[in-house]
């Protein structure tokens, strides 16, 4: 066993505070591409979202957003009518560093007026995407121009200022770093937004006005759809949770115990982070929560109440659903007298979503993994690297 194993396994003991060092230290040419210079920082990654490219005009980082009719893919073998941003639902992740100035050129391909709402954001009056109160819709085929300056740092998102319009999926994460980065510093930055959708079997357009949800998502895919989330053994890891929808979501994690560092508001000062392993995020709210990555496998993150485990509610329970179904697992022989049955199904997909991420996780793993649920895999250094390789060969990027 190398040495550097042996640290891990014996940090994985209880080291807590010196794991993070060394991480730290460890990572430093391992984890993704970084800026440098005062305002380097660590990159946010959200899984199965894009980022957001822009311009340099005159010191001005120029952002331009189309409003966009969607076509979702929740999971591989069904599509979903959605709203979203240059062609994704959710928009692609605005990462930016505090005290920049940004303008954001947003035109409206729908087919009704839209605004945008930056979330968070203290930014002037008329800026603040408000329909009526600070500004006139954009029309469909509109364009208008927002700009601001950023003097706060922490997770923040954009979305449509029309209710429905957000039911229709049409919000983005909106990162800003820190001028100096925060201590202790994490190797890994991962942003994920939790959405949920009502839509019958056979339909493929929601509800917006449904109360009742069938398919809930994670960064716009639902498990065993949602990419996991990879990090080194002993990495510090920051998780970025926003949630926009008619549901608070307790967003639970296995195997690990996490502070929590920053609410929507930005950073929580270190004498009130709490430890905890399920925090709910609120409607509206964002939560940033960091633990030390130090034991090693592929550990759940998923919300816990128990509906929002499911895909395709409505056909998975109750007399609708077939006892010898074949995807249902094995069952008893006297199955159909049990009261109650059947309950739960066991579906598996591995095939349908096979990635490089899921490389080395256990045969019928997707079968455990339902709606808004994904992983976060702490993988030993030769398992992290084959996988990274994988993604090389795929044209991938890094992380
Ligand atoms: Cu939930």
């Known amino acids: 066993?190398?040495?550097?194993?042996?640290?891990?396994?014996?940090?994985?003991?209880?080291?807590?505070?010196?794991?993070a060092?060394?991480?730290?230290?460890?990572s430093a040419k391992a984890s993704p591409a970084r800026a440098t210079g005062p305002t380097s920082f660590v990159p946010v990654e959200t899984p199965d979202i894009p980022r957001m490219p822009w311009t340099l005009d005159n010191g001005v980082k120029v952002f331009?957003?189309?409003?966009?009719?969607?076509k979702s893919r929740f999971v591989p073998w069904r599509e979903t009518n959605t709203w979203g941003y240059n062609g994704s639902t959710p928009g692609p992740t605005v990462e930016v560093v505090e005290g920049d100035r940004v303008r954001f050129v947003v035109e409206n391909r729908l087919p009704e007026p839209t605004v945008m709402h930056w979330h968070g954001l203290e930014v002037p009056f008329e800026m603040d995407g408000v329909e009526g109160i600070t500004q006139d819709f954009i029309p469909p085929g509109g364009t208008f121009v927002y700009e601001f300056t950023l003097h706060q740092n922490g997770t923040f998102f954009y979305h449509s200022h029309r209710p429905m319009q957000q039911m229709m999926g049409m919000i983005g994460l909106f990162v800003v770093h820190p001028k100096t980065p925060h201590a202790p510093r994490c190797d890994r930055d991962f942003g994920l937004i939790f959405q949920e959708w009502a839509t019958l079997?056979?339909?493929?357009?929601?509800?917006?006005?449904?109360?009742?949800?069938?398919?809930?998502?994670i960064n716009?895919?639902?498990?065993?759809?949602?990419t996991p989330m990879l990090v080194r053994l002993g990495e510090r890891v920051r998780l970025r949770f926003v949630n926009l929808g008619m549901d608070h979501h307790p967003i639970h994690m296995h195997g690990h115990t996490w502070v929590v560092t920053g609410t929507e508001g930005g950073r929580i000062p270190r004498a009130l982070w709490r430890p905890g392993n399920t925090e709910l995020i609120g409607?509206?709210?964002?939560?940033?929560?960091?633990f030390v990555a130090n034991?090693?496998?592929?550990?759940?993150?998923?919300?816990?109440l128990p509906h929002h485990m499911m895909n395709t509610m409505a056909s998975m329970v109750g007399p609708m659903s077939d006892p010898a179904h074949a995807h249902m697992g094995p069952v008893a022989p006297n199955a159909r007298q049990v009261p109650g049955y059947?309950?739960?199904?066991?579906?598996?997909?591995?095939?349908?979503?096979?990635?490089?991420?899921?490389?080395?996780?256990?045969?019928?793993?997707?079968?455990?993994?339902?709606?808004?649920?994904?992983?976060?895999?702490v993988l030993r250094p030769e398992m992290y690297d084959t996988i990274q390789e994988m993604k090389a060969r795929q044209g991938g990027g890094v992380g």
């Not at 066993?1 to 794991?19: E, I, P, T, W």
């Not at 079997?201 to 998502?217: D, Q, V, Y």
């Not at 409607?283 to 960091?290: C, G, K, N, S, T």
């Open 1 to 19: 066993m190398s040495a550097s194993r042996r640290d891990f396994l014996r940090l994985g003991a209880g080291g807590v505070a010196a794991a």
């Open 21 to 26: 060092g060394i991480a730290s230290a460890r």
């Open 64 to 70: 331009h957003l189309t409003c966009d009719v969607v």
């Open 201 to 217: 079997p056979n339909n493929s357009t929601p509800n917006t006005l449904a109360m009742e949800f069938n398919w809930l998502t």
């Open 220 to 226: 716009g895919k639902s498990a065993p759809a949602t």
């Open 283 to 290: 409607v509206a709210q964002a939560r940033d929560v960091e």
């Open 295 to 304: 034991n090693p496998g592929d550990w759940m993150i998923h919300c816990h």
């Open 342 to 377: 059947p309950q739960d199904m066991f579906t598996v997909a591995d095939d349908q979503v096979a990635k490089p991420e899921n490389h080395g996780l256990r045969p019928g793993w997707s079968g455990g993994m339902m709606g808004m649920m994904t992983l976060i895999r």
